[in-house]
Nanobody
Framework: QVQLVESGGGLVQAGGSLRLSCAAS????????MGWYRQAPGKQRELVAA????????NYADSVKGRFTISRTNAKNTVYLQMNSLKPEDTAVYYC???????????????WGQGTQVTVSS
């Protein structure tokens, strides 16, 4: 069984910072790409940032470029999202996603965390 557990969300004033963490646990052979998504009320879930297996390549939504940084620590099966200069429009539930392989005989499958609320007040 695989679990992704996010932490680090909360309430912050505009211009502030938060750091989200997502730790994967359970039967894991390899984790491929990992990413952060968010979903605001009444809107579709959108990709915020993604990072490759080695961490050598990252991808960001235009709305967060220059403010958010994604990183990962493979030894801990953990991905992070450092969020700076937060704006009220960043308010959403943030979800972690991991494309991982449970055993070397299986194909990769995407897993989601339960989500963590980020609220930015003006």
């Amino acid at each position: 069984q695989v679990q992704l557990v996010e932490s680090g969300g909360g309430l912050v004033q505009a211009g502030g910072s938060l750091r989200l963490s997502c730790a994967a646990s359970g039967s894991i052979f390899r984790i491929n790409a990992m990413g952060w998504y968010r979903q605001a009320p009444g809107k579709q879930r959108e990709l915020v940032a993604a990072i490759t297996t080695s961490g050598g390549s990252t991808n960001y939504a235009d709305s967060v470029k220059g403010r958010f940084t994604i990183s990962r620590t493979n030894a801990k099966n953990t991905v992070y999202l450092q969020m700076n200069s937060l704006k009220p429009e960043d308010t959403a539930v943030y979800y972690c996603n991991a494309d991982l392989v449970k055993t070397k005989l299986e194909r990769s499958t995407g897993y989601w965390g339960q989500g963590t609320q980020v609220t930015v007040s003006s």
